[in-house]
């Protein structure tokens, strides 16, 4: 059964400091891998986006890992701000043949900043 | 250059109402699929619509039905609605069937009373 499970649910850090989220996938065949941020009742936006070759990605403060032969993912922020107060989904793509993807929803962490 | 739009944002229903729900996609994108997201729960896949036919569903059942115009708008319709169908309806466009990056709308947020 195709899934996605992320840990942890959910996360409280003080501004400035480090996390680390991470995502376990049992989809196949494995196509790529998303992180996306999701702000309270808005919809998601793409973080990072990595295929079967790439072992990690960075946007800004956000570097993304993936390991496609353990099927796991993480997501690090660094010198986290308020403004990373969001839910933060794994999202991984399978295809089917040459023909259309279908995505895969973890059911993301959601992460508060404290200052 | 507009992302992706819904409409309405938000909407108040009663139990065995019909509603529509309305997506217009990234400028350039051919590709439209429909989310049902619970509130505290990762979105979960209604369908996907290219060149204008349903190419793919999720586990949703015949109640939610779609449709997707020649300028790759897409409507959802949801017939006979129940309680549990309250929740955060996004839409997301992309390219070429899916494979490629989808970009979300805001969502529109229906209450079903």
């Known amino acids: 059964k195709n899934q996605v499970e992320q840990s942890p649910q959910s996360l409280i850090i003080l501004e400035g400091k480090n996390c680390t989220l991470q995502?376990?996938?049992?989809?196949?065949?494995?196509?790529?891998l998303r992180w996306y941020k999701q702000d309270t009742g808005r919809g998601p936006v793409s973080l990072t986006i990595m295929t079967f070759s790439e072992n990690t990605k960075s946007n800004g403060r956000y570097t993304a890992t993936l390991d496609a032969d353990t099927k796991q993912s993480s997501l690090h922020i660094t010198a986290s701000q308020l403004s990373d107060s969001a839910s933060y989904i794994c999202?991984?793509?399978?295809?089917?043949?040459?023909?259309?993807?279908?995505?895969?929803f973890g059911r993301g962490t959601q992460l508060t900043v404290w200052p | 250059d507009a992302g992706v739009t819904q409409s309405p944002t938000h909407l108040i229903k009663t139990r065995g109402q019909q509603v529509t729900l309305r997506c217009s996609p990234k400028?350039?994108?051919?590709?439209v699929s429909w989310y049902q997201q619970a509130l505290g729960q990762g979105p979960q896949f209604i369908f996907q619509y290219y060149e204008e036919e349903e190419r793919q569903r999720g586990n949703f059942p015949d109640r939610f039905s779609g449709h997707q115009f020649p300028n790759y708008s897409s409507e959802l319709n949801v017939n006979a609605l129940l309680l549990g169908d309250s929740a955060l309806y996004l839409c997301?466009?992309?390219?070429?069937?899916?494979?490629?990056?989808?970009?979300f709308g805001p969502g529109t947020r229906l209450l079903v009373l």
């Open positions: 999202v991984v793509s399978a295809y089917r043949g040459s023909t259309l993807g279908r995505l895969y």
């Open positions: 400028s350039g994108h051919d590709t």
């Open positions: 995502c376990n996938y049992t989809v196949s065949p494995f196509s790529n």
């Open positions: 997301a466009s992309s390219l070429r069937g899916g494979g490629e990056t989808q970009y």
